[in-house]
């Protein structure tokens, strides 16, 4: 009888001593915010070759349901740094909402949110950024995001006339609208100048016209809206020879 009550309170203690190896967790932290225009998210713990969308909303909603405003396709997984349009519709927000759900998985989902004003993340934040999708070197880098994210360069401009991009990574048979638009983050007009079909999709070289509207910005954005799924992608340049 003892050794059976030794026996059973050793399987008993070894059982205990055994803990479950737990996945590691999505999660998000917020880098940077430039007010009504783009914040700069910090991931971690991402799993590798996920595409995940990223949706905003608005506050106490974590963000289901939200506006989609970008897809991310994690590679090797793990950490990036990649920053995101704030869609006009939230324009004006105290507080925004940002989720990440995995399309490749269900179970894969993150949430987060931010003060839409001018700041920097905590001084203690690490950034592992990742490589960044732009090689135009004439002006400021505002998409930094995974490669394979479908985005554009700016490969050059003629001031109040137009300009010209070449797109990466776009899907194929695709529709998309282009809005150019003042490069200030308080602005929220749009200006639709062309329609897009992307036919073998990836790679597409387009000119576009400035409208008489931002003749005269100093920069201006431009944003490529999917008519299928609502997403978006964008770049912006400063409004001269280049």
Aim: net charge negative.
């Amino acid at each position: 009888m003892k050794k059976r009550m030794v026996l059973i309170f050793m399987i008993v203690l070894m059982a205990a001593s055994i803990t479950p190896a737990q996945a590691a967790v999505p999660d998000t932290s917020i880098a940077a915010v430039v007010k009504n225009e783009s914040v700069t998210i910090q991931t971690t713990d991402f799993p590798a070759n996920h595409t995940f969308h990223v949706l905003m909303g608005y506050n106490g909603t974590q963000g289901i349901n939200g506006y989609l405003i970008s897809k991310v396709t994690t590679g090797a997984g793990g950490s990036f740094l990649a920053k995101f349009y704030i869609p006009n519709e939230l324009s004006g927000e105290d507080v925004i909402a940002i989720r990440f759900e995995s399309v490749t998985e269900a179970k894969y989902f993150t949430y987060n949110w931010f003060y839409n004003d001018t700041a920097t993340g905590p001084s203690n934040t690490t950034f592992t950024p990742a490589t960044t999708d732009t090689t135009d070197t004439s002006g400021p880098t505002y998409n930094i995001l995974p490669p394979g994210f479908p985005t554009f360069d700016v490969i050059s401009a003629v001031k109040g006339e137009s300009v010209t991009v070449q797109t990466r990574y776009f899907p194929p048979h695709q529709r998309f609208a282009v809005f150019l638009q003042d490069g200030d983050s308080r602005a929220t007009e749009l200006y639709e100048v062309a329609g897009v079909e992307t036919a073998e999709g990836h790679t597409l070289i387009a000119t576009f016209p400035i409208p008489s509207e931002l003749r005269w910005e100093e920069k201006i954005k431009i944003i490529f809206y999917n008519i299928n799924d609502g997403f978006r992608t964008y770049n912006l340049f400063y409004n001269r020879n280049q």
